[in-house]
Structures are given as structure tokens and as C-alpha cells.
């Protein structure tokens, strides 16, 4: 049982560092990006089995839809430490893993910030 002491005073929430939500954020946008992908591709695969009539076309014409919307998402992304977008075009890929402006690492915590002058 823990007594209730007057004179302790509660801890402060600590707040998340910004660069470790920044990646969590990467993290999910890629997810969702590879799923859209995995999606569009078995759903080519099932309309091929199925057939190819006007409403297969219609899902495979959404499902790219899709897939586009998700992946210019994700390629939306902006690097926590210098504010640029985090892949610079084709040859640099959706999965690289570094910024490929000031080349910070995924899953770089902040820096730590000076303490203030007493």
C-alpha cells in the first residue's frame, strides 16, 4: 500500500522526444505505403483469376488510386532535424534510411539541449 505523504510532490510527464515521434510517423507512412502496394497486387492477381470485366477494372483502377494517394504521402514525409523532405526523388527510393539532405539516421534521438544559465 502506498501512503499518501504530503510533502512528495508528483513527477512531471515527461514529454516524447520530437525526432522519435517524427520517426514513428515515417514508420507508419510506410507501412501504410507497402500495404496499399500489397493490396493493388493481390487484388491484379485476384481480378486476373476472376476476369476482366468492367468492374474488375473499376477496383484495379481504385486500388491505383489508392496506392498513388498512400505513396505521395508518404513521400510528404519532412526530416526531423533539417525540415526537408526525407527522399529527393526516384533514385533515392521510399526506403532509404537516412535523409538524403543532411543525412540523419532513422531512429536518431534529438540532440540534447544546453541547460540554461544559472
Known sequence: ???????????????????????????????????????????????????????????LLVLCGVCLVVTAWARRFRCPLCGERFSRGRRDGLLNRWCAHCRIGIGTPSPPHPAPPP
Not at 510527464?13 to 514513428?24: G, I, K, M, Q, T
Not at 510517423?25 to 502496394?37: E, F, H, P, V
Open 1 to 59: 500500500m502506498v501512503s499518501e505523504d504530503p510533502n512528495r510532490a508528483p513527477m512531471p510527464a515527461a514529454e516524447p522526444d520530437p525526432y522519435l515521434v517524427a520517426w514513428a510517423d515515417l514508420r507508419q507512412r510506410r507501412r501504410a505505403m507497402l500495404l496499399s502496394l500489397g493490396a493493388y497486387l493481390l487484388g491484379g492477381l485476384a481480378a486476373l483469376a476472376i476476369g476482366r470485366g468492367p468492374a474488375t477494372r473499376l477496383v
